[in-house]
């Protein structure tokens, strides 16, 4: 099972830039990588996926280095609405219904300071 | 319009009641998803439908029993309520089993009290 690891919690200042990582050591072949945000009481939301290498959308950025046994988001210039808990989730690559397929990670609580 | 939508919103009852709650997505996807969050905010997948097939099932207690009369609809009714289903469910969907380009798409969420 690809299990995930993530820092409980981090903090920040806005304007800066956060980085937050993720091991997923058992990652199967076909798995990729998910992260989502979610404020107090909302459902999770969708921020970025990617397989290998680098994603950028107009939100967030993900690094996957070529092993793929760890991935890192990235946030450019956070602000105080960035404040919230990040999932990093992995799986998806093996569709048919083998337990834990998708595996939710903790959740990294990041609280961005004025 | 939105998207993913649950009932009821909170639920509190007592130890031994059955209850339903019932989730409906208009994405036209055709996978939907049970999670349940702990007070320690771990976010956990119990079921997953697929074109009303049951697609994944983790270890759940049978009293826990997932009903999808169409794609649509993934309702979850659960006997027998014990203090530790206490917790915030959250239905999900994505077009297709989530994996490449298929995010997921979360609903407000159902904040379960068992007393």
């Known amino acids: 099972l690809a299990k995930t690891t993530q820092p409980i919690s981090m903090d920040s200042y806005e304007g800066q830039e956060v980085n937050i990582t993720c091991s997923h050591n058992?990652?199967?072949?076909?798995?990729?990588i998910t992260w989502y945000q979610q404020f107090p009481s909302q459902g999770p939301r969708f921020i970025i996926q990617?397989?290998?290498t680098k994603v950028t959308n107009e939100v967030a950025s993900l690094f996957i280095p070529a092993d793929r046994k760890s991935s890192t988001l990235s946030l450019p210039r956070v602000s105080l609405s960035d404040t919230a808990v990040y999932y990093c989730l992995v799986g998806g690559g093996n569709y048919g219904g083998s337990q834990g397929n998708l595996i939710f990670g903790k959740g990294t609580k990041l609280s961005v300071k004025p | 319009d939105t998207a993913v939508s649950q009932t009821p919103k909170y639920l509190v009852t007592q130890m031994g009641n059955d209850k339903s709650i019932k989730c409906e997505q208009n994405?036209?996807?055709?996978?939907m998803y049970w999670y349940k969050q702990d007070s320690k905010k771990f976010l956990k997948i119990m079921f997953s439908?697929?074109?009303?097939?049951?697609?994944i099932n983790e270890t759940v207690p049978n009293r826990f029993s997932p009903k999808s009369p169409d794609k649509a609809h993934l309702n979850l009714h659960i006997n027998s309520l014990e203090l530790g289903d206490s917790a915030v469910y959250f239905c999900?969907?994505?077009?297709?089993?989530?994996?490449?380009?298929?995010?997921?798409?979360f609903g407000p969420g159902t904040r379960l009290t068992v007393l």
């Open positions: 999900a969907s994505s077009q297709k089993m989530a994996g490449s380009h298929n995010e997921q798409f």
């Open positions: 439908y697929n074109n009303k097939e049951l697609i």
């Open positions: 058992n990652i199967a072949t076909n798995d990729y």
């Open positions: 994405l036209g996807h055709d996978t």
């Open positions: 990617g397989y290998k």
